[in-house]
Nanobody
């Protein structure tokens, strides 16, 4: 059974940084691409970033240059380093294993202006 557990969210002022973590189980982690998504109140869930099993990364234009996705196969974990945060980054952040429909509980990120 695929399980994803996000952590690391919180309240931060604009311009600040946070590092999100996602622990995955129930999959062969090193064989899977991983992604971060987010959902702001009243808006649909949107893709934020992807890291392939070969550690190739891709980002949404809205976060490019500010966010960095990385993975640690030994820990079955994926991370999202978020710098220069903006109020519009406020959302619940979720990780996802590519090819799977499972989602964790998410972690709330709130950026105050």
């Amino acid at each position: 059974q695929v399980q994803l557990a996000e952590s690391g969210g919180g309240l931060v002022q604009a311009g600040g940084s946070l590092r999100l973590s996602c622990a995955a189980s129930g999959i062969i982690f090193s064989n899977n691409g991983m992604a971060w998504h987010r959902q702001a109140p009243g808006k649909p869930r949107e893709w934020v970033a992807t890291v392939t099993r070969g550690a190739i990364t891709a980002y949404a234009d809205s976060v490019k240059g500010r966010f960095t996705i990385s993975r640690d196969n030994a820990k079955s974990a994926v991370y999202l380093q978020m710098n220069s945060l903006k109020p519009e980054d406020t959302a619940v952040y979720y990780c996802n294993a590519l090819g799977y429909s499972h989602w964790g509980q998410g972690t709330q990120v709130t950026v105050s202006s």
